[in-house]
């Protein structure tokens, strides 16, 4: 068995010498005098018909006599290995890029915008046949079958023709293209989407409620913003006067009049009249923004604050955005701009809710370095901007829904012990993460100027949410407190500068329990045709819809099929629709593959181990 398989790989290897060294003569055949010609015909015949005989022995002879004259008669110059070289490579690149436009890539994840499903180098199966036949090199497609689009799926977009900064991308270092980004699909063409309670209710273009993105077991495991920043995106129409975006789209003007004062209006969507309030929005008076502050932070900035109850911690919770309530702020640069007024809410917190909050705890990917922390994946910085943790050694780390690991090598985690230091439910460390673990600046920390990290809060069936999971129960004496106070200041505002207080308003149902469809369409996000909505699992560290608006059809690239690495239990398939195998894009293109590749082999077979004499005649 030994003798026959050395065999085998002798013959395999005279079966190469053969493939190189006719290539060789058919480039060096010209230069070649005619006793030159013979010597290596009759070399080639006979290494040919060796091999025919599979005798490997004689082959191998016959081989090492022709690699030797060939040597000598039809030397390779330093050009002749250059150009096969280049030539070789470009035509591997053309197919690599080829493969991985139209049928399938390996793809790697460079930031935490999908987690939990998906985490900081991840590497990923993409299959690019899920919705179509993309045309390969630039967007659009051969064909593309909108019904095989599920919402929840994991999709792979490019951002070619997107409001989309630094989205240049060189492909093996060498082909410039466009960078590709994977999020998850929310929204179809002509469905109308309202959030509430971190969770979406929807209607499609048929009238039919969507009752998939709250019961599918992927939706319940996410929760749902509705905004990045209540202003979103700002543009300046002049320096008294701009416009404010929300999924890319302008919802608002601001100005200022002569007089110094702001005023702003709505801005109607395609084929719908403005709404009133800008709180109104997609269900933007169901959420807030929120940091935590010190009882020497709130007396530094709410010196009004009249609450009585005592806590280790406050709620600082900002609301219901309002063009009624504009003013002029500094913006990045400190220029005076017109801004959106917002509401703000104090609610104490007890030990038992900072104990929840760390049950909840989420941050982005950080490393520990001599007890100060960075931002994994950006330039560090000096260490006056970086927040310290005491007492924590040196590592990479992240928590998720308040599980706290330690980042191996490879991406592999491993669960922190109970008593780490970075569980400590401490207020001042509780305060820290909360306010900075997703920036890891010292620049979030509050202060009449800092911004508001990315942290916010709703209800959901009369329990207060924070991070995804209930920090207080409805009925929580603080809780009924808090809103006690938030309807008395209601009662006592004017009609000039109205009070709304940040309570549950409920999901959009009717009085008989049903979703209200005509509410949905009234207030809801509406998707254009050949448009979909997208949003990261993690809101908080996510560029998506909410930033760029709408993916058009024709960026859609494929679909995420599988995790390879790390293993653990997020490995193999992924939290989402059911993928469709037995489609026309799926079949046709894995049939041009296999018939390519029949066509190849036999092409080959032909070429190189049929008998020589006519093509050497």
């Known amino acids: 068995m030994l003798t026959k398989l050395k065999s085998i790989h002798s013959l395999n290897k005279s079966k190469k010498a ?117 045309t390969p090199f630039r967007s659009g497609h051969f064909y593309f079958d909108p019904a095989l689009v599920e919402r929840g799926s994991i999709v792979v977009f490019t951002g070619e023709n997107m409001d989309m900064p630094n989205d240049d991308t060189m492909y093996f270092y060498l082909i410039p293209g466009k960078k590709q980004y994977v999020k998850r699909l929310i929204g179809k063409p002509g469905d109308t989407l309202y959030f509430y309670g971190g969770q979406i209710y929807g209607v499609n273009a048929r009238g039919r409620e969507l009752s998939e993105l709250r019961e599918e077991p992927y939706f319940q495991a996410l929760e749902h913003i509705p905004f990045i920043r209540f202003e979103g995106k700002i543009d300046p129409t002049s320096e008294s006067s701009i416009v404010l975006s929300q999924m890319n789209q302008p919802v608002a003007k601001l100005g200022m009049s002569s007089l110094g004062s702001v005023k702003g209006e709505m801005i109607g969507q395609k084929g719908r009249n403005a709404l009133s309030h800008y709180s109104d929005l997609w269900g933007f008076k169901n959420f807030a923004m929120t940091r935590l502050l010190t009882a020497q932070q709130v007396e530094q900035l709410h010196p009004r604050h009249d609450g009585a109850e005592k806590g280790l911690l406050y709620l600082e919770i900002h609301h219901h955005p309002s063009l009624q309530n504009a003013r002029l702020a500094p913006d990045e640069m400190g220029r005076v701009r ?20 760390m049950s909840h705890m989420t941050t982005c990917r950080f490393e520990v370095k001599n007890e100060r922390a960075y931002r994994v994946g950006f330039p560090e910085t000096s260490d006056l901007y970086t927040p310290q943790l005491p007492g924590v050694p040196d590592g990479i780390y992240e928590f998720q829904n308040g599980k706290a690991s330690r980042v191996l090598w490879t991406g592999i985690t491993k669960e922190l012990p109970p008593d780490h230091p ?143 690495w790390p293993p653990g239990d997020r490995w193999s398939r992924l939290p989402q629709a059911k993928i469709l195998h037995r489609t026309f894009p799926n079949v046709a293109v894995w049939s041009i593959a296999l018939a390519i590749g029949t066509a190849s082999y036999f092409y080959r077979r032909r070429k190189y181990f049929e008998p020589l004499r006519q093509s050497l005649n």
């Open 18 to 134: 053969l493939r190189q060294l006719l290539k060789q003569y058919w480039q060096k055949e010209r230069t070649l005098d005619p006793s030159g010609k013979e010597q290596i015909r009759g070399f080639l015949v006979g290494l040919q018909a060796a091999i025919a005989k599979k005798d490997a022995v004689h082959a191998k002879q016959i081989a090492a006599a022709l690699q030797e004259r060939a040597a000598h008669l039809m030397p390779r110059s330093s050009w002749d290995k250059t150009r096969d070289f280049v030539l070789g490579l470009v035509f591997a690149l053309f197919v690599a890029l080829l493969i991985r436009q139209m049928w399938f890539e390996p793809y790697t994840i460079p930031s935490g915008s999908m987690r939990p499903t998906l985490k900081e180098g991840d590497y990923l199966v993409v299959s690019k046949t899920d919705y179509g036949i993309n």
């Open 338 to 357: 017109p801004t959106l007024g917002h509401s703000v809410s104090l609610l104490p917190l007890e030990q038992r809710h900072l104990d929840a909050v």
């Open 422 to 564: 970075l569980l400590s439910r401490d207020a001042a460390h509780v305060q820290l993460l909360y306010n900075l673990g997703f920036e890891w600046h010292t620049y979030f920390e509050p202060s009449a100027y800092a911004p508001l990290p990315s942290r916010y809060a709703y209800f959901r069936h009369g329990d207060l949410y924070l991070m995804g999971g209930p920090i207080m129960k409805k009925g929580d004496p603080l809780l009924t407190l808090f809103l006690q106070r938030e309807y008395q200041r209601q009662s006592m505002s004017t009609s000039v500068r109205p009070y709304l207080p940040f309570d549950d308003a409920g999901p959009p149902l009717t009085k008989e329990g049903k979703t209200d469809l005509e509410f949905i369409k009234k207030y809801g996000l509406s998707i254009p045709d050949k448009m979909y909505l997208v949003l990261g699992d993690n809101h908080a560290m996510s560029g998506d819809s909410r930033l760029f608006g709408f993916v058009p059809q024709e960026n859609l690239r494929g679909g995420v099929s599988f995790l390879f």
